[in-house]
């Protein structure tokens, strides 16, 4: 297991095994970089985390309706990276970001295969990974635990059950 998924797969377990709910701070990396996205993301993700606690029920995170919630999620995130790093002229990893991540909202204009958008969704987590590695900024932390988490259940990891228990809390 490489170093980058060994630390996704730590970080998504400890924030659903002991997360009483979405938050920022629930999600700390070793060098504890700054979280630069403004303070209404967190009330994004609670929004976005109710369309995909609802969308992805246990079993359904191939469906069409929950590939669309999670892309959805990931497009509001991305623009707010995304503004962050232009705003603090980290233009290279912005380039990054929209040339890695750009296929992880398309679920958002049409239907897609699950193994497809698997794929993107991967490639986007991992490059967000990269970027906040060498950046030491962040994207929403909650927005990014229901991108990795759509992931570890599409993989249908143990850590998927864990995942969906965290869930149930934001089913409208």
Known sequence: ??????????MMMVCFTFGSQF???QAQFVNKPRNT???TASNTALEHAK???TACTPGKWESQPCLKAVSENNLVMLANYGEALQKH?????WELLKDNCAASTAATKGEYPAYAMRSAFVECANII???TESTRMVPDQS????LVGAVQCLDKTVACNGIEKGLTRYKK
Do not use: C, F, G, H
């Open 1 to 10: 297991m490489s170093k980058r998924t060994l630390a996704l797969v730590t």
């Open 23 to 25: 938050s920022p701070a």
């Open 37 to 39: 996205t403004n303070k």
């Open 51 to 53: 369309r995909v606690a």
């Open 89 to 93: 002229k980290k233009n290279e990893s």
């Open 129 to 131: 990974y990269d970027i």
């Open 143 to 146: 927005q990014y635990q229901l």
